[in-house]
């Protein structure tokens, strides 16, 4: 079966240090990978996708074949960054469809 | 534009009791979704509407769970005899036909007494 491993269900860090939340996926050729964020009160949304290659509120996520990983990185936490982070993989293989597998979320706090 | 709407935004039940949980997707989003949120769990996928196609309900986690989707639009997620461990944020997203960004309506937080 597909899955998204999301290793850490809560990272705690000082604003303006490093932030890296992990994400590794069951190996299913090339797949396509996303990560979404909800912020307190508001709707879970589309942070980035890995086949754009952009750089979204500071966040990057380089795809690691060797890895399978999926890792989500800010050089510099801000208050504001402090949200849930659910890593996502289309759900059949070939990812056709629009229909996704999601980790189990990471919650993000970052601290004055 | 409206995005994805969800009805009602809280509701409070009795054990046992059947709820309807309601979803209005984007307007000319062929793809509507079905998920549950809960503490430790994160997204749990429960069903998938692709236009006419049959339903991909093998995310369902029991048979008191069931849900429709009318003239291609609006989806109501029913629970029957609802348990305590029914409790969760119920939430629906909604996207265009071979497109992978969702998008996700507000939820409605259940909570079951």
């Known amino acids: 079966a597909q899955r998204v491993t999301q290793p850490e269900k809560l990272l705690s860090v000082f604003k303006g240090a490093p932030v890296e939340l992990k994400c590794n996926y069951s190996?299913?050729?090339?797949?396509?990978l996303f990560w979404y964020v909800q912020y307190s009160r508001q709707r879970l949304q589309l942070l980035l996708r890995?086949?754009s290659r952009e750089s979204i509120k500071g966040f990057t996520a380089d795809l690691n074949k060797g890895e399978t990983s999926f890792h989500l990185k800010k050089p510099f936490a801000q208050e504001e960054d402090s949200a849930m982070y659910y890593c996502?993989?289309?759900?059949?293989?070939?990812?056709?469809?629009?229909?996704?597998?999601f980790g189990k979320g990471t919650k993000l706090s970052v601290k004055p | 534009g409206a995005g994805v709407s969800q009805s009602p935004s809280n509701k409070v039940t009795e054990k046992g009791k059947d709820v309807e949980l309601r979803c209005d997707p984007i307007?000319?989003?062929?793809?509507l979704y079905w998920y549950r949120q809960s503490l430790g769990q994160g997204l749990e996928f429960l069903i998938y509407?692709?236009?006419?196609?049959?339903?991909?309900k093998s995310g369902l986690p029991s048979d008191r769970f069931s849900a429709e989707r009318t003239g291609g639009s609006v989806s109501t997620l029913t629970i029957q005899r609802t348990q305590q461990e029914d409790s969760a944020v119920y939430l629906c997203?909604?996207?265009?036909?071979?497109?992978?960004?969702?998008?996700f309506g507000p939820g409605t937080r259940l909570t079951v007494t």
């Open positions: 890995h086949i």
């Open positions: 190996y299913s050729g090339s797949p396509e």
């Open positions: 509407f692709q236009g006419n196609s049959a339903p991909d």
């Open positions: 307007s000319g989003h062929t793809a």
């Open positions: 996502a993989r289309p759900r059949n293989y070939g990812g056709s469809q629009g229909n996704l597998i």
């Open positions: 997203a909604s996207n265009l036909r071979g497109a992978h960004e969702q998008y």
